[in-house]
């Protein structure tokens, strides 16, 4: 695999032959490109008196593969061996798909698919080989950093310019209009739910991992730029895979092998180490942080 220097999977192709004088102006332009494409500028508001960049996708095993590429390269023996995918997670004792053990995280058929079964200390040592690698570039005053959200970020980039919404589209329903599913959980219909003895309906316990339906194209997880973006043009903010949180000991979002109710925007989960339900995004802040060219303008892809 030929190394370059990735903002998740967007690179600075190009501009690396170049003296760091000449191509100081080429690199932040091309930076402020990369940023406007692939990262949701979330501006300050009450809640959050920053203004902080997101990736608009989950990190994806491609993002991830050059990551350990490159830590092998440099001798970073020790930090490849934490950061290792645990492909291990994909069977158990109740649930066993060796084709996802061997190809899910190798096979370049799931390059765009999310990266999973990666603990919180890989997700952070990844940031923070994003952040010295772009920052090396750069070579300027200011850093950017790269890390792993905090929960109130976290919640205000799913709801997507709509203050307290339920999920990252407009509503409560998890299919739109044609029948089809918003996001990649476990649908379960009219036909798990039961009436007991006594007249109580109860939701039947689904005792396999993922319940195939129409309008939900997913087989387990689905691609990283999967169904529809929300307002701030960001993917799969519900279900598909549970994010990491930085200052909480929990996963946020729900995941592919969640029902409705738990990949909400305020659904968390006990972060219990790496798992197949379980990847994470990025975000990214200046420091300092007053750098005009950050505040580029946003585009509209929403369709809520």
């Given at each position: 695999?030929?190394?370059?220097i ?9 501009c ?92 370049t ?10 603990s ?68 379960l ?16 316990k ?99």
């Amino acid at each position: 695999m030929k190394m370059k220097i990735a903002f998740g999977v967007i690179l600075l192709v190009g501009c690396m032959s170049l003296s760091v004088h000449s191509a100081d102006k080429r690199l932040k332009k091309h930076l402020i490109n990369v940023l406007n494409e692939n990262y949701a500028l979330i501006l300050a508001d009450s809640l959050i008196n920053y203004d902080f960049l997101i990736f608009k996708t989950e990190v994806s095993n491609l993002n991830y593969k050059e990551f350990l590429w490159d830590l092998k390269q440099q001798g970073e023996t020790d930090k490849w061996k934490r950061a290792l995918v645990d492909s291990s997670k994909w069977s158990d004792s109740k649930w066993n798909n060796n084709a996802y053990v061997t190809h899910y995280h190798n096979h370049t058929a799931y390059n765009d698919y999310p990266v999973v079964n990666v603990s919180k200390e890989s997700a952070e040592l990844y940031c923070e080989w994003l952040s010295e690698k772009v920052n090396n570039t750069l070579n300027e005053p200011y850093k950017i950093v790269f890390r792993l959200p905090i929960h109130k970020e976290w919640l205000k980039a799913a709801r997507g310019t709509m203050e307290g919404a339920i999920y990252a589209w407009s509503g409560y329903r998890l299919q739109n209009t044609e029948g089809t599913y918003l996001c990649n959980c476990i649908a379960l219909g009219s036909e798990c739910i039961s009436r007991d003895s006594t007249g109580k309906y109860n939701v039947m316990k689904v005792d396999y991992d993922h319940l195939a339906t129409p309008g939900n194209y997913a087989d387990l997880t689905a691609p990283v730029k999967s169904y529809w973006p929300n307002g701030y043009g960001l993917y799969n903010m519900n279900g598909n895979v549970a994010e990491l949180i930085s200052d909480k000991e929990v996963v946020a979002g729900g995941s592919w092998n969640d029902p409705g109710f738990d990949v909400r925007n305020e659904s968390v989960k006990r972060y219990e180490g790496a798992a197949r339900t379980v990847g994470f995004r990025v975000v990214a802040t200046i420091v300092p942080s007053e750098h005009a060219w950050l505040k580029v303008p946003k585009k509209k892809t929403s369709r809520e």
